[in-house]
């Protein structure tokens, strides 16, 4: 009798161990695919598909969503250049904006929203240089030049968007191209 109960507790720990074991597995696997679908989400809102650099953003918590943010400012203060924006360069804008990941019924989308009605306030592009300073801090130069193209890339299509006087001459203004250059800055 006490050799049943004894066997039996051993297979209760047993059970318990092997469950706990299993549980542990399932967790990790879930992990692994959870951050797959992140990365590839942020690959299809970035264009980025190194898959070292996307690791390196999701390691820096940024995901499709907060990387929809951080398309906004540069597109923002390139449209806003002038001290106008134009129907051409809102509808770059908000084109640009969709291809990130910014979706219509989403707080960020609203946000935009705002800031094409009423310009931001300076801080905003101080801000911004800040955060992308400390972003690539710890990034490779491989992946500090792909996410300074590609953010650069869409804020210059928003700036060509408008096409110059009856879209002749220059398609970018010297307000926009100055705010072009302050981007590339931010990341030297």
Same mark, same amino acid.
């Not at 990130?100 to 989308?109: F, I, R, T």
């Given at each position: 009798m006490k050799e049943d109960f004894l066997a039996d507790r051993r297979r209760a720990?047993?059970?318990?161990?092997?469950?706990?074991?299993?549980?542990?597995?399932?967790? +990790?696997?879930? /992990? &692994? !695919? =959870?951050?797959?679908?992140?990365?590839? #989400?942020?690959?299809?809102?970035?264009?980025?598909?190194?898959?070292?650099?996307?690791?390196?953003?999701?390691?820096?918590?940024?995901?499709?969503?907060?990387?929809?943010?951080?398309?906004?400012?540069?597109?923002?203060?390139?449209?806003?250049?002038?001290? +106008?924006?134009? /129907? &051409? !360069? =809102?509808?770059?804008?908000?084109?640009? #904006?969709?291809?990130?990941?910014?979706?219509?019924?989403?707080?960020?989308?609203?946000?935009?929203?705002?800031?094409?009605?009423?310009?931001?306030?300076?801080?905003l592009l101080e801000a911004w240089k800040q955060y992308i300073g400390v972003l690539t801090e710890s990034m490779d130069q491989a992946a500090k030049q792909d996410l300074r193209r590609d953010l650069v890339g869409r804020a210059r299509s928003v700036a060509e968007a408008a096409g110059g006087f009856l879209g002749l001459g220059n398609k970018v203004s010297v307000a926009e191209q100055a705010v072009l250059d302050e981007l590339e800055a931010a990341f030297s």
């Open positions: 720990l047993e059970e318990s161990f092997f469950t706990k074991q299993n549980e542990a597995l399932r967790q +990790k696997l879930r /992990e &692994k !695919e =959870r951050h797959q679908a992140r990365k590839e #989400a942020l690959s299809e809102a970035s264009g980025i598909t190194d898959e070292h650099t996307l690791s390196r953003l999701l390691d820096l918590e940024i995901s499709n969503e907060t990387l929809a943010a951080l398309y906004l400012v540069p597109l923002v203060e390139v449209a806003w250049a002038d001290g +106008k924006i134009e /129907e &051409k !360069e =809102r509808k770059a804008l908000l084109e640009a #904006a969709e291809k990130s990941g910014l979706h219509h019924d989403s707080p960020s989308h609203e946000l935009l929203e705002e800031w094409l009605g009423h310009r931001p306030e300076a801080k």
